[in-house]
């Protein structure tokens, strides 16, 4: 069992990493609020980074209520990961200029912009849907609903990390 949790929360990180993107989910009041954001996956450290705009709202959303979510979905190979977890914003500069990379660079001019936060994501728990791919999975739907029965179309695990 053990065995599996950790081959099934490897595969979470695997998942995170390469899709890359995420929506960031925080919370607005009692509204829930999500936008995309380029993903730094850093499995040694536990850990998913954001270079994130001080002038944004997102920054003084987690300052209220640091538990987040993240969603990483990659449609066309219908891979899907969702992480709940807390969040933290500072301006540790060394870690900007580190994770400041040509992603940033569409957003600011050069990682000594003084707006430029960092939201370091710690995950607690994922959910993951790890799909053999869209015309396989289309394949197996198509059979399950002629022959009235379920299909197998991958992977869904759900593990602490």
Do not use: C
Request: proline share 4%; no cysteine.
């Amino acid at each position: 069992m053990a065995n599996d949790n950790n081959r099934d929360t490897e595969r979470a990180w695997e998942l995170m990493e390469k899709i890359g993107f995420a929506m960031l989910v925080t919370h607005d009041g009692d509204k829930l609020r999500s936008r995309p954001m380029a993903a730094y996956v850093d499995r040694q450290a536990d850990a998913v980074y954001f270079l994130s705009d001080v002038r944004r709202h997102k920054d003084d959303e987690i300052q209220k209520n640091p538990n987040v979510n993240l969603a990483f979905a990659h449609a066309g190979d219908q891979k899907y990961v969702s992480v709940s977890g807390t969040a933290a914003v500072s301006n540790d500069r060394a870690k900007i200029k580190e994770l400041f990379t040509t992603t940033a660079k569409a957003w600011w001019d050069s990682a000594e912009d003084p707006n430029i936060r960092v939201l370091k994501f710690t995950p607690e728990e994922a959910e993951f849907w790890d799909s053999p791919g869209t015309v396989i999975s289309y394949v197996k739907m198509a059979t399950a609903a002629v022959t009235g029965s379920r299909p197998d179309i991958g992977t869904n695990r759900k593990v602490a990390i």
